[in-house]
């Protein structure tokens, strides 16, 4: 299968700092890259859809000005959560989509916490 | 809006014996469907999809799922389940086109020996 990597998988940072998290997709080129957030024992929430070269499509209740997306390349995107507090503290995990098969590959995950 | 279920929070399996997780799913197009396993602290991994084609879908690891359209079930099996197939495993569905995955609520696996 396709290969996506995530960095850091673990981060820890005092409350009101800013922390960026990168994905790359490392054998495939993605135009569409995904970022869920995934609370303990629960599913995947999906934050925002990012488009390379274009502006993130975030979900209903996300805040993009708290969780800033860059897209910048067919192979990376960026997540920024800017201003962590305790209550952002979570599993964060992309997703690319490779268009030859159709099928999203999903990063190993980075564990935010927010002291 | 697409939306998928997995009634079963909990699959508890002997080893040797074959397993199934269940899933249902609604879409107003046609269903992607997918399905993922997560180990504890890691990404999901892909494990097999439905886009077109043969209802039984085969899988990695032996996994293989029937896409049942009248049902809009799209089950995980297995013939003999292994130890190491304890985990968490997501149902995802895309209603076609560009449209990102909606995950169920997962099911936990647990195969005891």
């Known amino acids: 299968g396709a290969v996506v990597s995530q960095h850091p998988s673990r981060v820890i940072c005092k409350s009101g700092t800013s922390v960026k998290i990168e994905c790359r997709s490392l054998?495939?080129?993605?135009?569409?890259m995904f970022w869920y957030r995934q609370f303990p024992k629960q599913s995947l929430m999906l934050m925002a859809t990012?488009?390379?070269?274009?502006?993130?499509?975030?979900e209903q209740g996300v805040e993009k000005d708290k969780f800033l997306i860059n897209h910048a390349s067919l192979t990376l995107s960026t997540l920024t959560v800017t201003s962590a507090h305790p209550e952002d503290s979570s599993f964060y995990i992309c997703?690319?989509?490779?268009?030859?098969?159709?099928?999203?590959?999903f990063g190993p995950g980075t564990r935010l916490t927010v002291l | 809006a697409q939306s998928v279920a997995q009634p079963e929070d909990q699959v508890n399996v002997a080893e040797g014996n074959p397993l199934t997780v269940k899933c249902t799913y609604s879409?107003?197009?046609?269903?992607?469907l997918f399905w993922y396993v997560q180990y504890p602290n890691r990404g999901l991994q892909f494990l097999l999809k439905?886009?077109?084609?043969?209802?039984l879908v085969k899988g990695s690891y032996g996994f293989e799922a029937e896409f049942n359209k009248s049902q809009t079930s799209f089950h995980l099996k297995k013939p003999s389940a292994l130890v190491s197939d304890s985990a968490l495993y997501f149902c995802?569905?895309?209603?076609?086109?560009?449209?990102?995955?909606?995950f169920g609520k997962g099911t936990r696996l647990s195969v005891i020996a």
């Open positions: 997703s690319a989509r490779r268009p030859s098969t159709d099928t999203q590959y």
């Open positions: 054998d495939f080129q993605a135009t569409t």
């Open positions: 990012s488009n390379e070269g274009s502006k993130a499509t975030y």
């Open positions: 879409v107003s197009g046609n269903p992607y």
């Open positions: 439905y886009i077109t084609g043969d209802n």
């Open positions: 995802a569905v895309r209603d076609g086109g560009n449209t990102p995955l909606v």
